[in-house]
């Protein structure tokens, strides 16, 4: 029951015309970053960090957590009108999407998007309400040895997922641990890797990284493509048939089950729940045949999961402190650069700020609603801007962005230089996302396996006689031994169903 | 073309009257003053900051933003304000013993030394606070130094950094009652909480300033006030000096300086502007609120108060570096 008063104070405060502009700006800005092709949360969330540095902590907070799901949602346009997926984790809405857009039901595909969207995002919410309280009190048993444990088994997960790439996902992991090393030492503050140069005692900036690596290197290759012809269809019509309202609903159902409890496991990333929605739909359907034909339940299957997840992700962030994947990093980022720490404590002490942004979630994914309803054919305009103009705007902002960070311009640096990295790598077929996950837990590593060293005196045995940290460290392992041993079950899922 | 060329020499003008003016004093300030806080906002050091920044624009007469420069332990902000141009526009806070110790240690390859900070005014005095869970079988600082001499390594304290204030009172502790802990370093007050609460560690050792309000509900237990008297925040914790631990003082201190080579008159108006600020009524009602206890301190006080600090950290430091 208290969570639910503070939940009704935070609706209050959520509702107030400052943090309701705040929360609408950053919809509208989020859904923008979705439609620009290139641009992701990740980068996009980045980016616009500068832009709140003059709002206060909880306004900072809600409007990126809108940029956030805004990007999320918006990425699906383009997916429907151009079969480009606007962020990663829309290239499943693409496959079924695009093809009703080609049939002229475009709308309607938009439509059950958005509203998958709403229902997945809002009832992942409700869940995050009831659970996160609990397992913040839970979190205190979690201590040094049982975070390296989970931090060690995210990582597996995210280098099992990658599929074929795995090899690959391995070496960027590992890359991305090595850059974390650099900066000073963070038991014993000795400098490394910094080649005497100030500006890396405190390690690389992970926002530049971040901006570099995603935001920079996409707008290259987008810079090198041609841009797609936007389908020319009639918006208006957008009300789902009888039929498709009926095939929608258990999509919808399902597909938040799927995005919420996945979204809750660190290193899955917003890929996965959209493809395993995808491929539950498929199996249980009755003509699955349909599916990559214009089946509407693909699209609203995936586009739900894909929103719950989004929202489950912020339960890791909120109670751990954990970030289980590159967004979430870059908003913990966020919470850090605001002075709010998220962890167990953050519901103890920053009570109001905390249940504001959660009920800045429900209002949120309200707006993206309304937003996206009846204006979709506005944002589709968006898509006719020709790419040089764009992409130059957008690098510009990321310029001034990344100097505004420290006011330095060896951030800037940083980011060009990544950006640079990232293209090639992405030429490479290389994966960034484990490299950027490695980027931001890798000093959360360090600094709890040197503390559990410290607590056990010096003695590894401890991750053997914690059940906990036992149980974390043994599930990747199965895992990883499983696609190990049986590659090719693992690949199959993923290219055979969604062929 | 014309518009041009009138502004480069605009500039040039405006470029060569910086150079050529040493006597800056007279009309300081004259735009707005940084204050760098080499630790992360919403912190103790930056909350007591932002209230003194707030309090001294009035009589300084010009916007005084404070700038965080976190990391390092310090490190990086520190080496900021050492590094800045010494004309009064760049001052910062200087954490006593971090900046100590930050020097004393090889490894860290510091930029700065000494020499390289004019301490012009002391803010806050926050002494350390020996603290356990509510439910631990350590009911006084005795118990604690009891246990830890029976079985020596055993018992596990906690710091918020390596050569932090709270790791030389440890070291403190154990050289006075002759026991040994098991140390850990975790890197704030919050991770202290987290680790002594579910239990991953059995006591921490912090300020009075971040814990008193979990002291006074009740919800942790303080042992002992490192000080030579008791707190006003927490009156009912006894200090070290009455326990007999005449050695075991140890505190945070955070004040206002500035690089080496500010001119002095700069530095005397720094200082009066803001010991007026400190001693203000509405200074006191704000930093009681959020358990941060006034020491101002000046002028030869505070430059005898700020090598005394490096004397003490000297000790303790090598002390530290040998068990590494």
């Given amino acids: 029951m208290d969570a639910l008063n503070h939940l009704l104070a935070g609706f209050a405060a959520a509702l107030s015309f400052k943090y309701l502009m705040f929360a609408l700006v950053g919809c509208v800005l989020g859904t923008l970053i979705g439609v620009l092709p290139g641009l992701g949360p990740a980068a996009g969330t980045a980016i616009l960090i500068p832009l709140t540095f003059s709002l206060d902590a909880t306004g900072a907070i809600i409007m990126l957590c809108a940029i956030y799901y805004g990007a999320m949602y918006g990425g699906t346009i383009t997916s429907v009108l151009l079969n480009v997926p606007g962020e990663a984790a829309s290239v499943v809405t693409c496959i079924d999407g695009y093809q009703m857009a080609l049939q002229g039901r475009a709308g309607t595909a938009l439509a059950i998007a958005a509203i998958g969207s709403f229902v997945g995002g809002t009832l992942a919410t409700v869940a995050l309400v009831m659970v996160a309280t609990p397992l913040a009190t839970l979190a205190l048993k979690f201590g040094p040895v049982e975070f390296f444990a989970l931090m060690v088994a995210g990582l597996c997960l995210v280098v099992g997922l990658a ?337 | 073309m014309i518009i041009r060329r009138r502004t480069l020499l605009a500039a040039s003008a405006a470029t060569a009257a910086t150079i050529a003016s040493p006597a800056i004093a007279q009309n300081y300030p004259r735009r707005p003053v940084q204050l760098v806080v080499a630790f992360a906002a919403g912190g103790s050091t930056d909350v007591g900051a932002r209230i003194l920044a707030a309090a001294a624009e009035k009589d300084l007469g010009q916007t005084i933003t404070v700038v965080n420069k976190p990391g390092a332990g310090g490190q990086i902000g520190f080496t900021e304000i050492a590094r800045a141009k010494p004309d009064g526009y760049t001052l910062g806070f200087l954490n006593l013993p971090a900046v100590n110790t930050i020097i004393l240690d090889p490894e860290r390859k510091a930029a700065f030394n000494v020499d390289s900070f004019i301490p012009i005014i002391n803010q806050v005095l926050d002494p350390g606070l020996i603290w356990v869970k509510a439910d631990s079988p350590y009911k006084t600082l005795a118990d604690l130094t009891e246990a830890a001499k029976k079985t020596p390594g055993k018992i596990s304290v906690c710091t918020t950094g390596i050569l932090s204030d709270d790791h030389l009172a440890i070291l403190m502790v154990q050289e006075a009652a002759k026991c040994e802990f098991r140390i850990v370093h975790f890197d704030s007050g919050t991770q202290q909480l987290a680790g002594v609460l579910g239990g991953h560690v059995d006591v921490a050792f912090d300020n009075v300033g971040s814990v008193f309000k979990r002291v006074q509900s009740g919800e942790v237990r303080g042992l002992a006030v490192t000080d030579v008297e008791r707190s006003k925040f927490l009156p009912q914790v006894p200090c070290t000096k009455e326990l007999g631990l005449t050695t075991v003082i140890s505190s945070s201190t955070r004040g206002v300086g500035a690089p080496k080579g500010t001119p002095a008159d700069v530095v005397k108006a720094i200082e009066t502007a803001f010991l007026k600020a400190i001693n203000s009524a509405e200074m006191k009602e704000k930093m009681d609120a959020v358990g941060l206890a006034l020491k101002p301190m000046v002028g030869a006080e505070y430059a005898k108060y700020y090598a005394d600090t490096q004397a003490q950290a000297k000790k303790y430091t090598e002390w530290a570096l040998k068990m590494r």
């Fill in chain 1, 163 to 499: 599929g074929k790439n795995m090899l690959a996902a391995l070496l960027m992991t590992v890359i991305g641990l090595l850059f974390a090393m650099i900066g000073v030492d963070p038991v014993r503050g000795a400098p490394r890797f910094t080649f005497g140069v100030e500006e890396l005692y405190d390690g690389i900036g992970f926002v530049p990284v971040v901006m570099g690596l995603f935001g920079v290197a996409e707008l290259l290759l987008a810079a090198e493509q041609r841009q797609a012809r936007i389908i020319q269809a009639n918006l208006n019509k957008w009300m789902p048939t009888k039929e498709e309202r009926r095939a929608s609903v258990g999509a919808i159902g399902r597909g938040t089950v799927v995005g919420f409890v996945l979204g809750l496991i660190p290193g899955v990333g917003a890929i996965v729940p959209t493809f395993m929605a995808y491929v539950i739909e498929k199996r249980v359907s009755k003509t699955p045949e349909r599916f990559g034909k214009g089946a509407i339940e693909g699209v609203a299957s995936a586009e739900t999961a894909n929103n719950a997840y989004a929202n489950a992700a912020m339960v890791p962030l909120l109670a751990l402190g954990i970030p289980s994947s590159p967004t979430i990093a870059v908003l913990m980022g966020a919470f850090i650069i605001n002075g709010i720490t998220p962890g167990p404590f953050l519901f103890q002490e920053q009570p109001t700020l905390v249940w504001t942004v959660i009920a800045s979630f429900f209002v949120g994914n309200a707006l993206l609603l309304i937003l996206n309803l009846p204006l979709v054919g506005l944002w589709a305009k968006l898509l006719k801007i020709p790419f040089s103009y764009m992409c130059t705007g957008v690098l510009i902002f990321c310029i001034i962005g990344a100097y505004g960070l420290k006011q330095s311009m060896f951030d800037v640096w940083v980011m060009l230089g990544f950006g640079i990295i990232g293209y090639l790598l992405r030429k490479l077929d290389f994966p960034i996302a484990p490299a950027i996950l490695a980027l931001i837990l890798g000093p959360m590593m360090e600094k709890s396996l040197r503390t559990t060293l410290e607590i056990s005196g010096g003695s590894f045995a401890i991750f053997l006689e914690r059940p906990v940290a036992l149980v974390l460290l043994t599930v990747p392992v199965i895992v990883l031994g499983a696609l190990l041993l049986r590659p090719k079950t693992f690949s199959k899922l993923r290219e055979s169903d969604v062929d």
